[in-house]
């Protein structure tokens, strides 16, 4: 084996007897040639020289001290390793010069012949290591850089990466235009892929993987997302088999990537196309159908607006009957064959594309002035060769253009829409025939079905509310008795099963009970009535204009003072009498809503200017199912208004002439302003304490389980049995407040509260019920009621109920408060 040469070793030593033994201790070491300078001004002229393999240098010399000396040495020749040697044995001294870049520290004062050569010999092959890796990542790096993919070498610790130039080519970045740090490469990916990706990368850094692959989008310097698949793979682990060091390839496959996405969206718009087509040939109801075909149309082809039109053989004209994305301007567009573009693709009778719509001499300028339509695709819809309307769809403020693909769609699309529209056209015409016959015997019939239906299911609600107050009290009760987390959990789902059967109760109440139970408050009458003129708009305004006929309207509205009302039962009877004034001017004429205020009450007339009514007929008009309609007309708005107004406690008003027209006149209340109470000092003694509380219910299980809750949160609490029994404890009992149910037996909660009031009028009622629609129904009762509570009830508005009251009463008796508390 040939033997290596000497190493050529430079003492840096300004102690000369240091350097003797030095030099002493490596007269043995024949590998070793040992030269000596005494200052760091020698030492650099001797390194410039070359020639020197490893350096011993003391940190203290006369012309530099400290860790300076080992900077300046490193800095000045970072390829010759130096060994630090020092009388000092400091571990925080030896790991600072280590961090300065000696490759090793050695105590003057332990130093051994054998330990000094070892020393010497390491750090030789450690330096040389470390220049032949550089060497290699050089040639590596200039590999990377030769090649026109994206190449990348990262440094995990550091978190420092080599971006190739290709990198930067392919993103059309000029070379070293961001640092070579991951973040920034991070900030170029799009948000929606980043979190994939970084996960991808951590998954192969922690060795759950080998490799790395994963697709993912870059955004280039032109502001365009690149498609980008990404390799790369650990090339060196740490401890616990983390990774150091991971290379890897970025290639652009964009190209790839819109061939697939165009497949796959020409694959998916016909696969859409079947299955819209099963779905519009179910659809019988022909003004649904029409919405249904808009909207799916405008789905299959990516489009943000567009309308179906039908064709008026007589008028001779296409008319839009359902649309999206358009305004109310819409229902007067009448456009001929060959007019527009949608006129053109019905005269030819074959689809029509056109990207540049802006500039199209077939843009209608109507269409130009109102919309930003950039592109538009039409359709014609034929039945057997017979024309009976076009699709029409745009793009709007967008640059997607339509394609072929988008246009074969439609024109597919159409064929089954028109087959689809004259179906359902049949279907209607046999409906409405149907209807006609069996109107009336239907309308008798489903009155008495709803009210045996109300009868039945208000007492099955009572019951049921009762039932499922118990449950959801005991299971309040029962949470509040437990930390136990299984059986919290467990409490937790029976309180969601509980209150979805008490939403469930309610619809049915809500479906089976008679009108006229619904709370009155202020209301502003004038937004009432302009929302009722405008959801009847195509009453009034679009069916009219299609027969030729005109009605006009007129609001006189102005401050309007706030009444008593319901808005919603307010809106219906307006949408009822402006229905019933359409209908009394066939040939056209004027509606003309006027509001005037009183004192105490508001005045509201709708006038029209049709045919009128006689005598007879007004002596008539407020029977339920009499009407002078024949069989399209059911007789019952006219009644339904007069109901709702009789709730208000308004009055409604007829004067009529045949061929003068018909004034209504209502009157409605006004709202009274409320008065903001004296402020009383409702304090935790009188609001917010134990109160003394009194329960009354006949169903021991809900008393109980009311009582328990209340109990459980610090109330003191009496019960009874039924109203009589409640009546004796509260004569002999100290009492703050009444809990009391309304169905019971011999004396229902209206007599409790009644009973309660007389005799104490200070001590406020709380009112539970589980019969809904009874709530609001007893006009001389339910003035002695301070809360209402409807069943099943939660712990948390019992508790908001009773401070309530109990405030009430703190502001009405303050006096009788203040004596009670103390």
Excluded at 756 to 770: E, F, H, M, Q, S
Aim: aromatic fraction near 4%.
């Amino acid at each position: 084996m040939e033997t290596p040469p000497p190493l050529s070793v430079l003492l840096v030593e300004d102690h000369a007897a240091v350097a003797r033994l030095i030099q002493e201790l490596l007269r043995d070491q024949p590998r070793l040639h040992l030269a000596w300078v005494e200052t760091l001004a020698g030492a650099l002229a001797r390194l410039k020289e070359g020639a020197v393999d490893v350096v011993l240098l003391d940190l203290g010399l006369p012309d530099s001290q400290g860790l300076d000396t080992v900077a300046r040495v490193v800095g000045a020749h970072p390829e010759i390793p130096v060994i630090v040697l020092t009388g000092h044995d400091d571990d925080a001294l030896a790991m600072a010069a280590l961090k300065a870049g000696a490759q090793d520290y050695l105590s003057k004062a332990t130093i051994e012949p054998a330990m000094l050569a070892r020393a010497v010999q390491y750090a030789c092959e450690r330096q040389r290591a470390a220049l032949a890796l550089q060497a290699s990542e050089e040639r590596f790096r200039q590999a990377m850089d030769a090649t026109s993919d994206g190449l990348w070498d990262w440094d995990i610790p550091s978190g420092q990466v080599y971006y190739s130039p290709g990198y930067f080519r392919m993103l059309g970045y000029e070379p070293g235009v961001f640092p070579a740090r991951l973040e920034t490469w991070l900030d170029l990916m799009h948000p929606a892929d980043r979190d994939r990706v970084v996960a991808a990368n951590e998954a192969c850094v922690r060795n759950d993987v080998a490799a790395v692959r994963v697709e993912f989008r870059m955004r280039a310097r032109d502001g365009t997302w690149r498609w980008i698949l990404g390799r790369g793979k650990a090339v060196q682990r740490g401890t616990g088999g983390r990774a150091l060091k991971m290379i890897g390839t970025h290639v652009d496959i964009t190209e790839r990537k819109q061939v697939e996405e165009a497949l796959t969206a020409r694959t998916r718009q016909l696969e859409a196309v079947r299955t819209v087509t099963a779905e519009i040939t179910r659809e019988l109801d022909l003004s649904r159908l029409l919405r249904l075909l808009n909207q799916r149309a405008a789905d299959l082809v990516g489009a943000v607006s567009g309308a179906v039109y039908l064709w008026d053989e007589v008028g001779g004209f296409l008319y839009p009957q359902v649309w999206l994305g358009y305004g109310d301007w819409m229902a007067a567009v009448r456009l001929k064959l060959g007019e527009g573009i949608t006129g053109r693709a019905a005269a030819e009778r074959q689809g029509l594309l056109i990207n540049d719509y802006r500039t199209s001499p077939l843009a209608p300028p109507l269409f130009l002035e109102r919309t930003g339509i950039t592109a538009t695709i039409a359709a014609p819809l034929l039945y057997r060769d017979r024309l009976i309307g076009a699709l029409s769809l745009n793009n709007e403020g967008t640059e997607r253009a339509f394609t072929a693909e988008d246009q074969q769609t439609l024109t597919l699309f159409a064929a089954h829409a028109a087959i689809a529209i004259e179906n359902a056209r049949l279907y209607g015409q046999v409906e409405e025939a149907l209807r006609d016959l069996q109107g009336v015997q239907a309308e008798l019939i489903r009155s008495e079905q709803l009210r045996g239906l109300g009868q039945m299911a208000a007492g099955i609600a009572h019951d049921v509310n009762n039932t499922l107050a118990a449950i959801l009290g005991q299971a309040e009760l029962l949470k509040l008795r437990t930390r136990a987390p299984d059986l919290l959990e467990g409490l937790t789902l029976v309180e969601t099963a509980a209150t979805d059967g008490a939403q469930v109760v309610r619809r049915l109440q809500e479906f089976a009970r008679p009108r006229g139970a619904s709370p009155l408050a202020s209301c502003d009458l004038t937004a009432i009535v302009r929302e009722a003129v405008e959801f009847t708009r195509p009453r009034w305004q679009a069916e009219p204009q299609r027969r030729g006929v005109t009605i006009a309207t007129h609001l006189e509205l102005t401050e309007l003072p706030p009444i008593l009302g319901n808005p919603p039962e307010l809106r219906e009877a307006m949408t009822n009498l402006i229905f019933n004034a359409v209908d009394a001017m066939p040939h056209g004429g004027a509606l003309t809503v006027q509001g005037e205020a009183g004192p105490t009450e508001v005045t509201l007339r709708v006038r029209d200017t049709g045919i009128g009514m006689t005598p007879e007929l007004q002596a008539k008009i407020f029977e339920p199912f009499f009407t002078t309609k024949g069989v399209g007309g059911a007789g019952l708005g006219l009644s339904v208004v007069y109901g709702i107004l009789q709730r208000h406690g308004g009055r409604m008003e007829i004067a009529s002439a045949p061929r003068q027209g018909t004034v209504i006149t209502l009157t409605f209340q006004r709202a009274v302003p409320v008065e903001r109470a004296t402020q009383v000092d409702a304090s935790p003694a009188t609001a917010t304490a134990t109160q003394r509380l009194l329960v009354i219910d006949d169903e021991p299980l809900v008393r109980k389980t009311i009582a328990g809750l209340l109990r459980m949160v610090g109330h003191a609490v009496v019960e009874a049995e039924d109203g009589p029994a409640g009546l004796a404890l509260l004569a002999r009992a100290s009492v703050d407040l009444v809990l009391t149910d309304l169905g019971m037996p011999g004396m229902n909660g209206w007599e409790v509260a009644r009973s309660v009031k007389t005799a104490r009028p200070d001590i406020p009622v709380v009112l539970l019920t589980g019969w809904r629609e009874q709530a609001h129904g007893e006009p001389e009762g339910r003035q002695h009621v301070d809360v209402i509570l409807g069943k099943p009830v939660r712990l948390a508005e019992l508790r908001q109920a009773i401070l309530d009251a109990v405030s009430r009463r703190v502001a009405a008796h303050p006096a009788q408060s203040r004596e009670q508390a103390t």
